[in-house]
T-cell receptor, first 114, second 115 residues
Framework: GEDVEQSLFLSVREGDSSVINCTYTDSSSTYLYWYKQEPGAGLQLLTYIFSNMDMKQDQRLTVLLNKKDKHLSLRIADTQTGDSAIYFC??????????????FGQGTTLQVKP | DVKVTQSSRYLVKRTGEKVFLECVQDMDHENMFWYRQDPGLGLRLIYFSYDVKMKEKGDIPEGYSVSREKKERFSLILESASTNQTSMYLCASSRPGQGAYQPQHFGDGTRLSIL
């Protein structure tokens, strides 16, 4: 079945750029999502990219999509301590039709050191 | 803004009790989901529902059941709580639409402890 993989941990210094990577297996994915989870909270939708795009920029966030390699990345420019969180990538499971079922990666914990 | 509300942020119950976790969404979404989240295991789907009174098993349904009597409400039931069900439980909802933009919107989670 479909799978989404992420590295588990990333540590950066405040002010540096962070790059969180994700690979997926379903080549028919239409939308891919990035979520942020702060400690003790639910998941918050951060951004998304449609499969016919290579790049999407939203303020400090840049999403890059390489469909050939099935690789998705989230770049956070000028990383702040408030960006410390768990980041999940997710894709829609193609066989699920209208159910809206998403497949989530395991989440990458981003630690920002002052 | 979509609002998904889970009835409790923290809950402590005893082994063997029947436990109800409630989730309500205000966006008239057809799809609703229950996950549990454990360290190192990410999100695991327990059950989901794509319409009133409809339900489908997720990846780890054992020991759980669900109820969807009204469109806005999706309840997770632990029939006889056990200590290995101590976890963070997350509810989510989304609108339908094959191939369409349909992110899931999450509640704040319920941290459940079974003693």
């Amino acid at each position: 079945g479909e799978d989404v993989e992420q590295s588990l941990f990333l540590s950066v210094r405040e002010g540096d750029s962070s790059v969180i990577n994700c690979t997926y297996t379903d080549s028919s994915s239409t939308y891919l999502y990035w979520y942020k989870q702060e400690p003790g909270a639910g998941l918050q939708l951060l951004t998304y990219i449609f499969s016919n795009m290579d790049m999407k920029q939203d303020q400090r966030l840049t999403v890059l999509l390489n469909k050939k390699d099935k690789h998705l990345s989230l770049r956070i420019a000028d990383t702040q301590t408030g960006d410390s969180a768990i980041y999940f990538c997710a894709e829609k499971e193609a066989l699920q039709g209208n159910t809206g079922k998403l497949i989530f990666g395991q989440g990458t914990t981003l630690q920002v050191k002052p | 803004d979509v609002k998904v509300t889970q009835s409790s942020r923290y809950l402590v119950k005893r082994t063997g009790e029947k436990v109800f976790l409630e989730c309500v969404q205000d966006m008239d979404h057809e799809n609703m989901f229950w996950y549990r989240q454990d360290p190192g295991l990410g999100l695991r789907l327990i059950y989901f529902s794509y319409d009133v009174k409809m339900k489908e098993k997720g990846d780890i349904p054992e020991g759980y059941s669900v109820s969807r009597e009204k469109k806005e409400r999706f309840s997770l039931i632990l029939e006889s709580a056990s200590t290995n069900q101590t976890s963070m439980y997350l509810c989510a909802s989304s609108r339908p639409g094959q191939g369409a933009y349909q992110p899931q919107h999450f509640g704040d989670g319920t941290r459940l402890s079974i003693l």
